[in-house]
């Protein structure tokens, strides 16, 4: 279920990162992994750009960025306890579900809170886009959807 809310999400805005990223890495400008913020101000304004995108617009999309970015650090950050509860089961004589049920929930609700994060965020830069800039937005997603890249 997490690989399709990231593919989804991702997809519509954070895809951009991968585009900024490979554009930087072509055109040797990239400095390493930067903060949720400074990645997100220079995608919100290679983006602005390439929509032609006015101040406003860029804010917009900045934010939009920034809240998603810091939503999936959010939910990276829990991984390392559930890889402690996960190797816990091992260690017990006998399988008890319990844990791995409850550490399955607690993803469930970091999933779903997620979800709303990205699509609150998309719905607002579309609400600020032009019909046009919404086209090129999604021209640019749909030739840049299948990007991949290290991750920091």
């Not at 319990?98 to 607690?106: G, I, N, S, T, V």
Request: aromatic residues 6%.
């Amino acid at each position: 279920m997490f690989g399709i809310w990231m593919g989804i999400g991702l997809g519509a805005l954070a895809t951009l990162a991968f585009i900024k990223h490979h554009h930087h890495r072509v055109h040797g400008r990239h400095h390493g992994c930067a903060s949720t913020r400074r990645r997100s101000e220079h995608i919100s304004r290679w983006l602005g750009r390439r929509l032609d995108a006015t101040p406003g617009q860029t804010e917009a999309i900045r934010e939009a960025v920034e809240e998603i970015g810091e939503a999936l650090s959010g939910l990276r950050g829990g991984v390392g306890g559930e890889a402690a509860t996960l190797a816990g089961l091992f260690r017990n004589d006998t399988f008890d579900r319990a844990p791995f049920d409850e550490l399955a929930k607690a993803h469930r609700e970091r999933i779903q809170k997620l979800e709303e994060t990205i699509a609150e965020a998309l719905e607002r830069v579309y609400a600020v886009l032009e019909p046009s800039q919404r086209e090129e937005l999604a021209a640019l997603i749909e030739r840049h959807f299948g990007w991949r890249h290290a991750h920091c």
